[in-house]
């Protein structure tokens, strides 16, 4: 079993920035891609960001230029989001292992609990 807990969500303007952080517990020896998922009200979720235990990074379209995902250890994930739109407004959910299978990325049956994150304009 593996604990995922978020923080770091909330209340920001367009164009500021936000930090998203992932601790991860329990069996994490061999977990290879972690990520972010959001769902927006009204929308499916959606993949943001995933990155690899080697470092090799994806962002989905809309946010690459602006978010940085990053891991500093074994249990420890941060996505960095900068000059935000309130396109991004959604909640974000911490998720592994995420699999590239057929072309598509695949998540994984972990999942944190969610933090919000509100962009006004």
């Known amino acids: 079993q593996v604990q995922l807990v978020e923080s770091g969500g909330g209340l920001a303007q367009a164009g500021g920035s936000l930090r998203l952080s992932c601790a991860a517990s329990?069996?994490?020896?061999?977990?290879?891609?972690m990520g972010w998922y959001r769902q927006a009200p009204g929308k499916q979720r959606e993949l943001v960001a995933r990155i690899t235990s080697g470092g090799s990074t994806y962002y989905t379209d809309s946010v690459k230029g602006r978010f940085t995902i990053s891991r500093d250890n074994a249990n420890m994930m941060y996505l960095q989001m900068n000059s935000l739109k309130p396109e991004d407004t959604a909640v974000y959910y911490c998720?592994?292992?995420?699999?590239?299978?057929?072309?598509?990325?695949?998540?994984?049956?972990?999942w944190g609990q969610g933090t919000q994150v509100t962009v006004s304009s």
């Open positions: 998720n592994t292992p995420i699999y590239y299978r057929g072309g598509d990325y695949v998540a994984g049956r972990y």
């Open positions: 329990g069996s994490i020896f061999g977990i290879n891609a």
